[in-house]
């Protein structure tokens, strides 16, 4: 079995202790960063984890239709 990848999206102080973890570390510092990185968002990415202020500004919509790829995950404030 093969570990799918993962990337994380928010605040530098945040996420940038996940890179220790093998994740892609995309630092977005206000809504409009988390949206455009999100847009280019590297193909095989399977598991996105955002930092609540990143989940906010791709909000009011989910990232992606239920069940689809990549799976999404909040951390906590």
């Known amino acids: 079995m093969t570990m799918g990848r993962v990337a994380a999206?928010?605040?530098r102080a945040r996420v940038a202790g996940l890179a220790l973890a093998g994740?892609?570390?995309l630092v977005a510092e206000d809504a409009e960063a988390v949206r455009r990185v999100w847009r280019g968002l590297p193909d095989g990415i399977d598991l996105v984890?955002?930092?609540p202020a990143a989940a906010e500004a791709l909000e009011p919509h989910p990232?992606?239709?239920a069940g689809s790829r990549p799976l999404t995950a909040v951390m906590p404030p």
Do not use: F, Y
Request: net charge negative.
């Open 9 to 11: 999206i928010g605040e």
């Open 63 to 65: 990232p992606v239709p």
């Open 23 to 25: 994740a892609a570390v």
């Open 49 to 51: 984890i955002l930092t």
